[in-house]
């Protein structure tokens, strides 16, 4: 049938059809149904998914987002999340963020400063992979502060990581200034570890200037194994060669507790100054032979200084006593 009467029966049944979304069998083929009648569908969706209250189960309200992306209804999408209202249910709440980032990967076809301010805002109000995602391609400074502050989230850190990444100069910048102590944003002590530690292994990939290492030495001897290593690592690129066997020290101290990835950095590192590190690790050794100790090869200490040292070890090895 087609003509006004098809019209007329499409019209008809667009609610019926939205109401399918929450199928478990048709509601895809409900969703491109929909797409296919065009932009009359839009009102009606707009509402299921503004107006429906959310629910424990994302897939049908995600199926309305993608209609609204496709037909490209972009201010219904900046519509829901302007007014979408957090559930008070936590497995509701987890459901809904899946819906708020299908939203936002939606309106990334739809750069305008406009959709920017919608995405910080929900971003702010709570962050999402999707919303960190969305926000992170337009590159704008302004992103920064807000980036650094999710580097503390488990879920979104390496989204934020990832948006840092998008604008290097502007990052570097503003990591030496946290790292100083010069920003809102907490960096001391085990609550700051996340982002202190994140913050250290951007500057690790974006690289540092001789006069920025000072700002950074302390971090040698932080609590964080991860951030001792991070600061090595910038320490023996960075600053002068007369300090880089103390830095070398720092992280030998460092070593006896360290988890076994920590000790394959830490050694991945070493192997690329063997001379400096096998001047330092003989002094160490020297030090332990002095207070006439013996090597405990449950430390990564002591395995590290094998790996350094090798035979000169005087036939001492991991798998001896």
Known sequence: MTGPAHQQASDDSIEQMVSGLDSLVDGDRAAEQLISLGQRVVPAVERFLVESRPRSISVSRCRAVRILGALGAYSSLTCYLRENIHPSDATV??????VRSAAARELMRHESPTTFRVLLDATKQRPTGGLIQALSQ???????????????????????????RRVPEAAKAYAILLLRGRTQLPVQGYAASSRRRATLQLLVEFGIGMNEW?????????????????????????????????????MLESSAGMNWAQETEAIELLDKWPSLARQVAREFRAQHEMRRERPNWLSPFWRILHHVLGSEMQGQHPGGG
Request: include cysteine.
């Open 138 to 164: 337009y590159r704008w400074p302004e992103c920064v502060p807000l980036l650094f502050d999710l580097l503390e989230d488990d879920l979104c850190r390496e989204d934020a990581k990832e948006g840092l």
């Open 214 to 250: 000072p700002d950074l030495r302390a971090f040698l001897k932080d609590e964080d194994r991860d951030c001792v290593i991070s600061a090595a690592t910038l320490g023996l690129s960075s600053a002068s060669p007369s300090e880089r066997p103390s830095i070398i020290a720092a």
């Open 93 to 98: 709440l987890f459901a809904e963020d899946a």
